[in-house]
């Protein structure tokens, strides 16, 4: 095998998506990961566990050839990044800045090689994180790589929508390299960010108009899972499939979705049918107890989630925008207000900001909302009914 991929982050969307789908492409996977165990244990085995579970049961699968190295090893990264054909990062948002001083160096080697054009996908949950890498690595490059930076090489923006939670302990303790995931297998990218020919990756597909997708994302899917985390929060569920089990909830999640889909419908003239088919998609994946994705999980940090263009706040904007009512999701970021785990920093600060200042000033100040928006009055009078009813659900 000769054909080489790098990862920059070997956690549970490097392994457990874009991995998996590098290997079934013919590569041979290096992860660049700062997990010392993690590490040593893919060196060891040169390859990992990864499982797929669904309620009907698991099918396991040995994912390799792969290896993996250290962060700190600037030397080793800066090889593999020269060496490789395709890459990708799955490292987090907010650890974007510490991975650019190795994947520079990498292609630093290329541009004294006079290597071929290398193409990046993007796999981190960032609105404008391609754009957002690239002016990252351009900072730290030297002035002598920056034409190579910006002629070939390409960095491509995705949407993962495959459910992969995190490890737990208790899968740690019985291998360090096992990773469990959903069966759906869909990786979408923007074909404006390629530089040369685009590499044929299993289950990729490659798109003109890239932001459907985008929206489908985060106000389909990422939405849908906060309905499913603040209406299962105040009725006391620990699981998201526990939610999914209550009816009420269910038909509450469902109506929200649809508000979506038809907002983003009218936003970007999206086929309605095939929207709609991937929230009927969703309601079933979400069912999925094997994954045993936490409430807490997908509800934590209601502050962001309710900012002006993320999921919930985003997603009624686009409607109300649009002239639709977006009375489930209103009621959705009223369920938000009220999220209040005591190991949720976020949650525990917006807490604090609603007894100091009132709900009213608390709420806009995180959604960026006007007082005099119409939304504001539809989340403020959800929030007043759910004060007398935690578990009422809009009517």
Known sequence: MSKKAVIFGGGNIGRGFIGQLFSESGYEVTFIDVDAELVAELNRKRSYHLQIVSNDGAQDLEIGPVQAIHGNDSAAVAKAVAEAEVGATAVGANALKYIVGNLARGLALRTANHAAPINFIICENLHGAAAHIRSLTDAVMEEGGKAYLAEKVGFVNTVIGRMVPVPTAEMRAE?????RVEAYKELPVDRKGFVGAIPKITAMTAYDEFEVFTARKLYIHNCGHALMAYAGFQRGYEFGYEAMADAEVRNFMQAGLRESAAAICAT???????????????????????????????????????????????????AADQGLSPKNLAWGMAEALRFNPADDPAAQMLQKRIAEAGVETAFLEVSGLQKNDPLTAMVLKAYAELQKNPRQLPQ
């Open 268 to 318: 970007f003239k999206a086929d309605p049918a095939w929207l709609n088919a991937h929230v009927d998609d969703l309601m079933l994946r979400f069912n999925n107890r094997m994954l045993g994705d936490r409430i807490f999980r997908l509800g934590k940090d209601p502050i962001r989630k309710l900012a002006l263009e993320d999921r919930l706040t985003g997603a009624a904007k686009l």
């Open 175 to 179: 291998d360090v390299s096992l990773v």
